[in-house]
């Protein structure tokens, strides 16, 4: 395998349903991303991970919560969630968070296709 | 704030005709600059970005873009377009004013269709 790639490619699930998403990376980078992209809505940050540190959560509702075991895995934990979370999350990575050189080119899974019923 | 827009929510071009998709931006300093391409189903692909240097960058699949730091605009171009180009392409910018060396702005994209 190579790249980043996520696990399942969908989910449906219930609002009252937990489920787990799951990303993971080969190339070896030190920061991973989850984003939320909904129809006709540019694609909005919701979590970053650096060194398995959280250092991002742009004000992302608790029923979602990510959880970084090691650098090459992240995964987001999904619970009473509601018809509105219905959504493609992709998971991205790249060499590190913050340089302080430059911005470094983050890569991006195929995503998980989310439909909440 | 800092902010990317693409005015174009779809376009629609002929196989072989050439295609410019526009991206403007509002941003604080010198920005970073990034155009992604998604085909259906699929993640985003980096197809190239702008650092520093040489205002105009040459990606993958032949595509090009342009610094205009004047007009606040990052255009891609490809001379000519394949069937396979149809996708959502999305521009981007960062970093972030509001702290992460590496939180990007996305646009909200813009659809390419391809007509043979």
């Known amino acids: 395998e190579t790249g980043v790639t996520q696990t399942p490619r969908h989910l449906v699930m219930g609002m009252t349903n937990k489920k787990s998403l799951k990303c993971e990376q080969h190339l070896g980078h030190n920061a991973m991303y989850w984003y939320k992209q909904s129809a006709k809505k540019p694609l909005e940050l919701m979590f970053v991970y650096s060194l398995e540190e959280r250092v991002e959560n742009n004000s992302v509702p608790s029923r979602f919560s990510p959880e970084c075991p090691n650098s090459s895995h992240l995964f987001l934990h999904l619970h009473t969630l509601q018809p509105e979370d219905s959504a493609l999350y992709l998971c991205?990575?790249?060499?590190?968070w913050g340089s302080g050189v430059s911005t470094d080119t983050q890569y991006f899974g195929p995503g998980t296709r989310l439909t909440v019923l | 704030a800092q902010s990317v827009t693409q005015p174009d929510i779809h376009i629609t071009v002929s196989e072989g005709a050439s295609l410019e998709l526009r991206c403007n931006y509002s941003?604080?300093?010198?920005?970073?600059l990034f155009w992604y391409v998604q085909s259906p189903g699929q993640g985003l692909q980096l197809l190239l970005k702008y650092f520093s240097g040489d205002t105009l960058v040459q990606g993958i699949k032949g595509f090009e873009a342009e610094f205009k730091r004047s007009q606040s605009s990052f255009n891609l171009r490809k001379p000519s377009v394949h069937w396979s180009d149809a996708a959502e392409y999305f521009c981007?910018?960062?970093?972030?004013?509001?702290?992460?060396?590496?939180?990007?702005?996305f646009g909200a994209g813009t659809r390419l269709a391809v007509h043979p």
């Open positions: 941003y604080g300093a010198t920005p970073y």
């Open positions: 981007a910018v960062g970093p972030s004013l509001s702290g992460g060396y590496n939180k990007l702005i």
């Open positions: 991205a990575s790249s060499q590190d």
